[in-house]
Each structure stands twice: as C-alpha cells, then as structure tokens.
C-alpha cells in the first residue's frame, strides 16, 4: 500500500558530496517519520539519520557531514551527504512509518536501497 523510491546513489571521489531522495506513493494519510540506514558489505543496517516532524537525528559517525530534509507536501526525504569517505560506501535504505487507509493502521515501509561507493 506504500511504496518507496529512492534515487541518487552513484560512485563518487572521496571529499566529494551526493544528495538522496526518497519519495512516498499509496494510500498514505500522514508519515509520521523517514530515515535513512546504510548496509555495508559484512556489516549490519545501521541507522543513518531520521527526522520527524520536530526533530532530526543522525549517527554520529555522519554529524556534520550530512544533512536529512524532508518536503512534506511531497512526500519526500533527501539526505544530503557532504566530505564523503571510504569508509560510507553502502547501500542506503530509505525508510518511512505512515499512516494508511483502508484499514487504518501503520505500516513500516522500507525502500529497495540505493548504492553509493566513494573511492578513487
């Protein structure tokens, strides 16, 4: 009932900065948080950053480097990733808790991931 689509990923230089995006589509009524999480190779998805209407949260290994935002009217969450290391390469989820219709519940919602490899 709610889909997410992300776009952004891609190979860039060390230093260097991507921007992600994740919209929502279906029988939405409200979202009540989106995030981004990463998953290395060997590693376990780790949270990345989330935001909510009030707030924002981020891993502290990505404090001061990337930034989450969200345009609600859009339904659509953008992680902006600035000084890109080695070390970030991962596939990046987007995930959003929303409200939906028909029945009213919520519902946890995961994207099909985007990959983002920082090297030289």
């Known amino acids: 009932q709610v889909q997410l689509v992300e776009s952004g990923g891609g190979l860039v230089q060390p230093g260097g900065s991507l921007r992600l995006s994740c919209t929502a589509s279906?029988?939405?009524?409200?979202?009540?948080?989106m995030g981004w999480y990463r998953q290395a190779p060997g590693k376990q998805r780790e949270l990345v950053a989330s935001i909510t209407s009030g707030s924002t949260n981020y891993a502290d290994l990505v404090k001061g480097r990337f930034t989450i935002s969200r345009d609600n009217a859009k339904n659509t969450v953008y992680l902006q990733m600035n000084s890109l290391k080695s070390e970030d390469t991962a596939v990046y989820y987007c995930?959003?808790?929303?409200?939906?219709?028909?029945?009213?519940?919520?519902?946890?919602?995961w994207g099909q991931g985007t990959l983002v490899t920082v090297s030289s």
């Open positions: 995930n959003a808790l929303a409200a939906v219709t028909s029945p009213y519940r919520f519902l946890e919602v």
């Open positions: 279906g029988s939405i009524l409200s979202i009540n948080r």
